[in-house]
């Protein structure tokens, strides 16, 4: 059974700093591309950031280049958001993703429940 649960989310005020964590379980983790998405209230979930199985190749979404680092380490099936400067408009439900390729555009196909961060002006 994959699971992949969230943590590190809460409340914050701008400028801030958080760190989300994943913790992946159920699949071989090293093979997967994984990913950081969103969804803010009101409105669609979109990619913060993705990274390949090896972690050597990283995506970051205009919105959050240059302020939110992912990382993972396979050695822990674990994935890291570092977000720092955050923004109210950062406020969003955080979920990490798993996509069953070396590539990671494309759909994901595994999903965890999300953590809350909310970011105050």
């Known amino acids: 059974l994959v699971q992949l649960v969230e943590s590190g989310g809460g409340s914050v005020q701008a400028g801030g700093s958080l760190r989300l964590s994943c913790a992946a379980s159920g699949y071989t983790y090293s093979s997967y591309c994984m990913g950081w998405f969103r969804r803010p209230p009101g409105k669609e979930r979109e990619v913060v950031a993705t990274?390949?199985?090896?972690?050597?190749?990283?995506y970051y979404s205009d919105s959050v280049k240059g302020r939110f680092t992912i990382s993972r380490d396979n050695a822990k099936n674990a994935l890291s958001l570092q977000m720092n400067n955050l923004k109210p408009e950062d406020t969003a439900m955080y979920y990490c993703?798993?996509?069953?390729?070396?590539?990671?555009?494309?759909?994901?196909?595994?999903w965890g429940q999300g953590t809350q961060v909310t970011v105050s002006s």
């Open positions: 993703a798993a996509r069953r390729s070396s590539f990671c555009s494309g759909q994901f196909d595994y």
């Open positions: 990274i390949s199985p090896g972690g050597a190749r990283t």
